[in-house]
């Protein structure tokens, strides 16, 4: 039985400087690089997904007339209207093909690791790296998964109450048993990522693991 790590989204856009920045995602690169360092022998993949939004996608707030960011819309994403989602506009971030879509700079990326693209349809968003929000299509990574015969996933990266909460919740419904490395994440806000972290564990999910040193 296998293990994969998870690199969520650690993209310039997420971090100071970047279109999006969330706060200390700059802090993880190098935190990220001594986990990799350290325990990439324990990984048989190492999976980064990319938010890589075409310009005008659903859940930028420059889309939407009248609308701000971090304003919420409730958008029906099946023919019947019966799949409501509540979607919060954010800045223009991650456009596709742009600097800022790409991998944070010095992030340890190795020829063997994979990169993954999320949220490339413009009409619904994907904040997790195996379905988009209404789990009406899916990425390549649970087949990835499968593949290699992983049972195991370890969760790390930007931001903790939205992509990587996403991504560990929909790899627990896929049957995984999944690891939330909380000191390797970063948050959008305090209670967010508080709430974010209390879901996941009601799921079932182990979201206390910490391997960076405490001072
Ligand atoms: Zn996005």
Same mark, same amino acid.
């Not at 310009?55 to 919420?72: G, R």
């Not at 919060?88 to 600097?99: K, Q, S």
């Not at 299509?137 to 903790?160: C, D, E, P, R, Y």
């Given at each position: 039985?296998?293990?994969? &790590?998870?690199?969520?989204? +650690?993209?310039?856009? %997420?971090?100071?400087?970047?279109?999006?920045?969330?706060?200390?995602?700059?802090?993880?690169?190098?935190?990220?690089?001594?986990?990799? @360092?350290?325990?990439?022998?324990? %990984?048989?993949?190492? #999976?980064?997904?990319?938010?890589? @939004?075409?310009?005008? @996608?659903?859940?930028? =707030?420059?889309?939407?007339?009248?609308?701000?960011?971090?304003? @919420?819309?409730? &958008?029906?994403?099946?023919?019947?209207? =019966?799949?409501?989602?509540? *979607?919060?506009?954010?800045?223009?971030?991650?456009?596709?093909?742009?600097?800022?879509?790409?991998?944070?700079?010095? &992030?340890?990326?190795?020829?063997?690791?994979?990169?993954?693209?999320?949220?490339?349809? *413009? !009409? #619904?968003?994907?904040?997790?790296?195996?379905?988009?929000?209404?789990?009406?299509?899916?990425?390549?990574?649970?087949?990835?998964?499968?593949?290699?015969? #992983?049972? $195991? +996933? /370890?969760?790390?990266? #930007? =931001?903790?109450? /939205?992509?990587?909460?996403?991504?560990? &919740?929909?790899?627990?419904?896929?049957?995984?048993?999944?690891?939330?490395?909380?000191?390797?994440?970063?948050? +959008?806000?305090? $209670?967010?990522?508080?709430? =974010?972290? $209390?879901?996941?564990?009601?799921?079932?999910? %182990?979201? !206390?693991?910490?391997?960076?040193?405490? !001072?």
């Amino acid at each position: 039985m296998f293990s994969a &790590l998870l690199v969520i989204d +650690v993209q310039k856009c %997420f971090i100071e400087g970047g279109s999006l920045p969330i706060n200390g995602g700059r802090q993880l690169v190098p935190l990220i690089n001594e986990m990799l @360092h350290n325990y990439k022998k324990y %990984f048989k993949k190492v #999976i980064f997904s990319l938010d890589f @939004h075409p310009a005008n @996608h659903i859940s930028f =707030a420059s889309q939407h007339l009248n609308k701000s960011v971090l304003d @919420h819309v409730t &958008l029906n994403y099946d023919k019947n209207g =019966a799949f409501k989602f509540v *979607q919060t506009l954010w800045p223009d971030h991650c456009v596709e093909n742009t600097t800022d879509s790409k991998l944070a700079d010095e &992030l340890n990326f190795e020829i063997d690791d994979v990169t993954l693209l999320k949220g490339t349809d *413009q !009409n #619904i968003d994907s904040y997790s790296a195996f379905y988009d929000v209404g789990r009406f299509s899916q990425t390549a990574l649970h087949s990835i998964l499968t593949q290699n015969n #992983i049972k $195991n +996933v /370890f969760v790390v990266g #930007i =931001a903790t109450d /939205f992509c990587v909460k996403f991504t560990a &919740l929909d790899a627990n419904y896929l049957g995984y048993t999944v690891y939330v490395v909380e000191d390797l994440t970063r948050g +959008v806000s305090e $209670n967010s990522v508080k709430e =974010a972290l $209390n879901e996941m564990e009601q799921d079932g999910l %182990f979201v !206390n693991l910490n391997i960076c040193k405490k !001072n």
